[in-house]
């Protein structure tokens, strides 16, 4: 059974950045993709980015694309959500989930989930 933890999320002024981390605990995550979800107030949960295993491709949602860039260190059985020129429309919890091998757009392909990292974004 895999088990996510996010972290990294907090309050950022308009323009601001942040890393989110979504740490595992199997020691062979190279087998999984990762993807990223959020969902704000009253709002479905919607897919942001995924990274494949083994790194061989990315999504982006077309709302954060040129913003936030995902990335994966096996190593430290983490990805890496970077969020740059965060905008209000971004305050959401932050999820991370995992399928086994290739990305998928939709949340119901995503067999674990972390409990989630609250984002705000606000002046």
């Known amino acids: 059974h895999l088990q996510l933890v996010e972290s990294g999320g907090g309050l950022v002024q308009p323009g601001g950045s942040l890393r989110l981390s979504c740490t595992a605990s199997?020691?062979?995550?190279?087998?999984?993709?990762i993807g990223w979800f959020r969902q704000a107030p009253g709002k479905e949960r919607e897919g942001v980015a995924c990274?494949?295993?083994?790194?061989?491709?990315?999504l982006y949602a077309n709302s954060v694309k040129g913003r936030f860039t995902i990335s994966r260190d096996n190593v430290k059985n983490t990805v890496y959500l970077q969020m740059s020129s965060l905008k209000p429309e971004d305050t959401a919890i932050y999820y991370c989930?995992?399928?086994?091998?290739?990305?998928?757009?939709?949340?119901?392909?995503?067999?674990?989930w972390g409990q989630g990292t609250q984002v705000t974004v606000s002046s």
């Open positions: 989930a995992s399928r086994e091998w290739l990305c998928s757009s939709s949340r119901y392909h995503y067999n674990y």
């Open positions: 199997e020691d062979t995550l190279d087998t999984y993709a």
């Open positions: 990274i494949s295993s083994n790194d061989i491709s990315t």
